[in-house]
């Protein structure tokens, strides 16, 4: 059937939405030479409907709804991997995780580069030039302190305003977020939720 | 459309009364002045602050008037007795209630009972809201009016009430559009009114 | 005249303190949450409260660790930081969703009119102009040339203009109309000063951008 290959593409972005199927180039090529056929055996028959069989009318109509259809497949296609790999900008910054640029293909690897960096000119300019990167801050802020327990003998940790607290293993504490979170990435504390 | 956790940064800026353990001048945030501090002695500060200082252990959190069983006992009464939304003591009741609670509640006394009361009122109201929404649809309302409904409470039906007078607007609205059908002897008239088809992918 | 004139600037500044334009911040904040179509950029306002943030960061630096007030200080630049940069996401989430719309719609407003803000404009135009060059590359240009163009009446998407949205009234106003959906027939609704309602955001929208009403 016309456009089933082109429709193929956008089911397979549909089946993975949380990861980025490797980009299509076959399928996509694919799409592409239907397309060519299709306009091929159009321009054939308009040339003998010009000169005055219509028999083929209902052909040649069929055949260019399914060139659109197709056409629109495809953009879809590219657009919806857009959106990701733009996610993405938003998500690791201006350097692609080599997992996910290993799926990109060659134009879509220069559509991020240019998109990142024509979003930092924007974020460079807020505020008079200040800049502001809206990249952060992308939660409400919560409070300052959480609770923590400590699952090693750590020792004493000296806080930003010159408090000196003792971390056993077990013990509790209320910290503030900013200074722990390095340690809760390194297994020392582990934040207690409630 | 709405986080709860930004729901909850919202209601953060309502003010609540604390009795610091500690003296200090008057400090001037960007949102205004707060204090002084005089240890012992009340003192008007936002949730978000009364919180932070809480886990500091630098003062006591004063439960607001309102958050009292007898009070919210009276509210679900009065509640129940009206056709429309009663006035909520806060614009931020629940969400509200729920950071106190949550920062301090065991310096409350009867928190459990509150929390029950608080649930109570919340359920009512979502009903009363339920009902009038499924009315409003079924009348094929435009436009109606939600005096007193807190932020929390609009956000629970923020994703589908909305959306559902969206659909009715649009099934109210389509028109069936028919493109001429191909009748011209002319090949680029024929394309152009091709062209003009409608697909949805 | 002049005297006049320098009385209502004086007023002005009395009136203009960080604390006002911080609640015209959070008022632009929910109006571009909850509308679904880009609003005038506030950019005086967004530039304004940097300002302030920066000038604040400025002064705690200068205060010891151990003061009392810098968490305090530092737990408000937080969530002002956060309004500010949520409320920019938010216009650019739409600047992207709606670029050839937006962009459109600009085209028709004078320069000083316009809803972007310069930097936004231009984040618009090299957005756009990098989409279609995708495209171009990708696709577009291996098509037969009869369909080969990127046809942006069809292809674009625009703001849903119906959708309801909820609102509290700043002051009274009469005589709002809004369409019912049967064709041609209208209702005409009062907002009460105050009061809330859930309507269709396009009656409404020159009553946002005015400020008689604030989406919630």
Redesign the interface.
């Known amino acids: 059937m016309f456009g089933d290959k082109a429709f193929e593409l956008i089911k397979e972005l549909e089946r993975c939405p949380d990861s980025l199927p490797a980009f299509n180039d076959e399928g996509v090529r694919q799409v592409l030479e239907e397309m060519r056929v299709l306009f091929e055996q159009n321009q054939k028959d308009v040339n003998v409907s010009v000169s005055g069989d219509a028999n083929y009318f209902a052909g040649v109509q069929l055949r260019h709804t399914s060139l659109e259809r197709n056409k629109r497949c495809l953009l879809a296609y590219l657009y919806n991997r857009l959106q990701y790999i733009r996610q993405m900008r938003w998500e690791f910054g201006s350097i692609l995780p080599p997992e996910i640029k290993f799926n990109l293909c060659e134009p879509e690897v220069k559509w991020f580069g240019n998109y990142s960096k024509y979003l930092a000119n924007y974020m460079k300019t807020i505020g008079d030039g200040y800049g502001l990167d809206l990249t952060q801050d992308t939660k409400p802020p919560k409070s300052l302190y959480i609770e923590v327990r400590c699952l090693v003998d750590y020792g004493k940790l000296e806080l930003e305003d010159g408090e000196i607290v003792l971390l056993k293993k077990n013990s509790q504490h209320l910290l503030p977020r900013s200074e722990c979170e390095p340690l809760i990435r390194q297994g020392i504390l582990q934040h207690i939720v409630h | 459309m709405m986080d709860p956790a930004e729901v909850e940064f919202i209601a953060e800026k309502q003010m609540v009364e604390i009795v610091p353990n500690f003296n200090f001048d008057r400090v001037y945030l960007i949102s205004g002045e707060i204090g002084p501090f005089r240890a012992g002695l009340p003192v008007k500060v936002p949730i978000w602050m009364a919180i932070n200082l809480r886990q500091r252990q630098k003062c006591r959190i004063l439960v607001p008037d309102w958050m009292d069983v007898e009070k919210l006992e009276q509210a679900k009464e009065d509640e129940s007795a009206s056709r429309y939304f009663t006035k909520m003591p806060s614009e931020h009741y629940m969400a509200e209630a729920q950071l106190i609670l949550s920062a301090c509640g065991e310096d409350v006394p009867r928190a459990d009972e509150i929390r029950t009361a608080l649930k109570d009122l919340w359920d009512m109201r979502m009903s009363k809201l339920r009902s009038s929404v499924d009315t409003f649809i079924k009348t094929g309302g435009t436009h109606a009016r939600l005096d007193h409904l807190t932020l929390m409470e609009m956000n629970s039906v923020r994703p589908l009430l909305p959306h559902a007078l969206d659909q009715l607007h649009r099934l109210s609205t389509v028109r069936f559009v028919f493109s001429p059908l191909v009748n011209s002897s002319s090949c680029f008239d024929m394309h152009i009114s091709i062209l003009y088809y409608c697909f949805w992918c | 005249m002049d005297v006049d004139l320098e009385l209502e600037d004086s007023d002005n500044e009395e009136t203009i303190t ?2 006002s334009v ?1 609640a015209k911040l959070e008022e632009a904040w929910m109006n571009e ?2 509308s679904p179509e880009i609003l005038p950029h506030r950019t005086e306002i ?2 304004c409260m ?5 000038q ?1 960061e400025e002064n705690l630096n200068k205060l010891k ?2 003061d ?15 309004i ?3 409320y ?2 938010s216009r ?1 989430e739409k600047i ?1 969703l709606y670029t050839s719309h937006i962009l459109e719609m600009e085209s028709k407003r004078p320069v000083e009119e316009r809803y972007l803000s310069p ?2 404009y ?2 618009a135009q ?2 756009q102009s ?2 279609e060059n ?2 171009e ?3 577009l240009r ?3 040339y ?2 080969r163009t ?2 942006k009446a ?2 674009s998407v625009a703001p ?1 203009l ?5 609102l509290r009234a700043n002051k009274t106003v009469n005589g709002v109309i ?5 064709e041609g027939a209208e ?1 005409e ?1 009062e907002l009460d000063g105050n ?6 955001y396009k ?1 409404i929208a020159e009553l946002v951008k005015s400020g008689s009403v604030q989406l ?1």
């Open positions: 960080a604390q911080l949450k909850f967004v530039d940097l300002e302030q943030i920066h604040m660790k151990s009392f007030r810098v968490v305090i200080h530092r737990m408000e630049l937080d969530r002002i930081r956060y500010i940069t949520s920019l996401r650019l992207e930097a936004e231009k984040f090299e957005h990098h989409l995708h495209f590359t990708v696709v291996h098509m037969p009869n369909i990127l046809d069809t292809m849903n119906f959708s309801q949205v909820f809004v369409e019912t959906g049967v209702e609704v009061s809330q309602h859930i309507i269709q009656a919630i």
